[in-house]
């Protein structure tokens, strides 16, 4: 389908989308928001792509949720809102492809919020991240209060929720909260390399191995070690698993077909 607020590309094996609001910083508005989830069906749906990356057109990742469509909201006209949102992020966790977060500048408020429901976080070294809700006079309603203290910790959570304080990216690497940063030209390239390298894995595996670590933080580890041995069972019932362990003994590169 055609979008408006968001440019998407496939190419070997990755799902580029890239936010186009660059007017905006790439604020959500309602419509970004339902584009991008069209999207992640889109991608998901497609057995040719094997891992998406998100990004940012211009100087933001994206700078927050659209403060000028929120500044007139009802609590009831807030409350859908907040569930598009967090329907699109629950939409990019439980995904089965694994994403990318390519930061590339403001990652803000509902920017932080999205990196955070992705798999892999890499941030341009010019990038800002943070919770600044508070300055406006609300706090996070896209799952912050409750992904920033599961990825950086309680203490670490509450003081970025409380002061409002935007971070650099280094700091948001020593926190946890990204994965690595890249001086800004290095961005893309590196990010592609990440993408290019899982490309080659088995989709099988990656996505069961994004799904347990998903559903294994939120249970008991009894629990999550018994959804463990069920996944790594059924692995055996696959050609990748034939294919992988094939190739090892005939020392060569492993073809996976995801099946
Ligand atoms: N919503 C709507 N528009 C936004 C926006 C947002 N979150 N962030 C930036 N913009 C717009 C600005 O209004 C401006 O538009 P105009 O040119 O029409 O005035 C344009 O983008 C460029 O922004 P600035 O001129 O402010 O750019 P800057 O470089 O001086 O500052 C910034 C950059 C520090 C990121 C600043 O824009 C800023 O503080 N933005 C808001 C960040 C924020 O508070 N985010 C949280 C939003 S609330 C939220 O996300 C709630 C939730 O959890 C669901």
Do not use: W
Not at 58 to 68: T, V
Not at 103 to 132: R, T
Not at 136 to 151: A, D, N
């Amino acid at each position: 389908m055609a979008f408006k607020n968001i440019i998407m590309e496939k190419k070997d094996g990755i799902g580029t989308i890239k936010i186009n609001r660059p007017q905006a910083l790439n604020a959500l508005n309602k419509d970004t928001i339902l584009e991008l989830s069209k999207a992640v069906d889109e991608l998901g749906n497609d057995d040719k792509i094997k891992v998406a990356i998100l990004t940012g057109k211009g100087k933001a990742f994206i700078a927050g949720a659209d403060i000028k469509q929120m500044s007139t909201m009802t609590p009831l006209e807030a409350k859908e809102f907040a569930e598009m949102g967090h329907g699109l992020l629950m939409k990019i966790e439980n995904s089965r492809l694994p994403f990318i977060a390519a930061i590339n500048g403001y990652a803000l408020g509902g920017g932080c919020e999205v990196l955070m429901a992705c798999d892999i976080c890499i941030a341009a070294k010019s990038a800002k991240l943070g919770q600044p809700e508070i300055n406006l006079g609300i706090h996070p309603g896209f799952g912050g209060t409750q992904r920033l203290p599961r990825l950086v910790g309680r203490m670490k959570a509450k003081e970025l929720l409380l002061t409002g304080r935007n971070i650099d990216a280094d700091e948001a690497c020593s926190i946890g909260l990204v994965n690595s940063t890249v001086e800004d030209e290095k961005l893309m390239e590196t990010v592609n390399k990440i993408a290019g390298r899982i490309s080659e894995k088995s989709k099988v595996q990656t996505d069961f191995i994004k799904s347990l670590v998903n559903k294994g933080v939120d249970i008991d580890l009894n629990s999550a070690c018994s959804l463990e041995i069920s996944y790594f069972a059924s692995g055996f019932s696959t050609n990748d698993q034939k294919e992988g362990m094939k190739a090892f003994l005939e020392k060569r590169k492993p073809v996976f077909k995801g099946k």
